[in-house]
């Protein structure tokens, strides 16, 4: 089940990283 987890999470990363918009991580 982490597997999961972690996709979701490398996959937000990803988008995040992608398209800075949200200012809010370090």
Do not use: A, E, T
């Amino acid at each position: 089940s982490d597997g999961l987890f972690g996709g979701l999470f490398f996959l937000l990363l990803g988008r995040f990283g992608s398209q800075p918009s949200h200012k809010q991580l370090p």
